[in-house]
């Protein structure tokens, strides 16, 4: 069997809700369900592991598992921490060992990472990042996260980048406090769905493009393409997410901001096919954040028989690893 047909289970754990699926090393997704991310970790965890294994006897076993989670998460190897959550904003999740628990549960290679870098290494593997080096994956959902891939690898220092916790320059006479629980108004508690619920009254998917609400959220969310442009100067920005999906007007008001506040600074207009190409949604649409976890799963089958093709940083544990929930 070659190793794009190896079976590997999947997890892209969300803040509202999670996909579990069934696929292999080559993009193919064969089975996936949905789930409510709840506020008690081991019930949850319980449910994701019932359905992988439950699966397992329709496919055969898993060679790997990926689990690309919401954060913020503890990715250095080398950490006895390695594979915990921290400090969530979701109630109940902080310092729970997600590595720990599939290692123990299944027994094969674990990989895992943030949803977002996820994201990133699919859309780098199968997606619109495909032949780039230096590209970034944004989501606007229940939070803002940012996946940033430099030189094909994901930027991991001591911590994975925290974009979405940036603060933005403020438009003018604009002092709504927004809703992060950590920072108030960061880009996240500007831009994210809770945060556009919080301040409009109405679910960010049901409101028209019209919305005043939207003149400070296409604000933040262009802040936060200047950061990233004048951080580490990405090929292209990539932006997921429910809430962009949902509302793809936040494109142009994107580009329009990152345009403004750049002032003709940088080079961005004259990227191949211009603004419209530089900040473009996901090739892999919705399937971005599942398919990073098959993407994460099959890195840590690669890292784990001693591949040529080493696991990015953060990726791989060993079935050995142990810690509790």
């Known amino acids: 069997m070659s190793d794009a047909a190896l079976m590997l289970g999947g997890v892209e754990l969300g803040g509202t809700k999670c996909v579990c699926l069934v696929g292999n090393a080559g993009g193919e997704i064969l089975e996936q369900v949905s789930?409510?991310?709840?506020r008690d970790p081991a019930a949850t965890l319980e449910s994701i592991a019932t359905i992988l294994g439950g699966w397992q006897q329709r496919h055969g076993p898993y060679a790997?598992?990926?689990?690309?989670s919401f954060g913020p998460l503890e990715l250095r190897t080398d950490n006895p921490r390695y594979?915990?959550?921290g400090l969530s904003s979701k109630p109940g999740w902080s310092n729970v060992d997600l590595a720990g628990y599939f290692a123990r549960r299944f027994r094969v290679p674990i990989g895992i990472t943030t949803d977002v870098i996820g994201a990133a290494l699919a859309e780098g593997r199968w997606g619109a990042a495909r032949g780039l080096r230096h590209f970034a994956y944004v989501t606007v959902g229940t939070?803002?996260?940012v996946g940033v891939i430099v030189g094909g690898l994901p930027l991991v220092g001591r911590h994975h980048p925290e974009l979405g916790h940036a603060r933005a320059q403020r438009l003018p006479g604009d002092t709504w406090p927004g809703v992060c629980s950590f920072h108030g108004d960061c880009i996240e508690g500007i831009a994210c769905g809770p945060a556009i619920e919080a301040r409009s009254g109405a679910p960010a998917g049901t409101?028209?493009?019209e919305h005043p609400v939207w003149e400070p959220v296409g604000h933040a969310l262009g802040q936060l393409a200047h950061t990233l442009v004048a951080t580490f100067g990405p090929e292209r920005i990539l932006m997921g997410g429910g809430v962009a999906t949902a509302q793809p007007h936040l494109f142009p008001r994107m580009r329009a901001e990152l345009r403004r506040s750049l002032?003709?600074?940088l080079d961005i207009e004259h990227v191949p096919g211009g603004l419209d190409a530089y900040i473009s949604p996901p090739g892999l649409g919705r399937l971005a954040g599942p398919?990073?976890?098959?993407?994460v799963a099959a890195d840590a089958y690669a890292s784990a028989r001693g591949s040529a093709r080493a696991a990015p940083p953060g990726i791989a544990r060993?079935?050995?690893?142990?810690?509790?929930?």
């Open 207 to 209: 409101l028209s493009p």
């Open 64 to 68: 790997a598992v990926g689990v690309a």
């Open 143 to 145: 939070g803002i996260g």
């Open 291 to 295: 398919l990073g976890a098959l993407t």
């Open 318 to 325: 060993r079935a050995t690893d142990a810690g509790k929930i």
């Open 263 to 265: 002032n003709g600074y």
């Open 83 to 85: 594979g915990f959550l």
């Open 35 to 38: 789930l409510p991310t709840g």
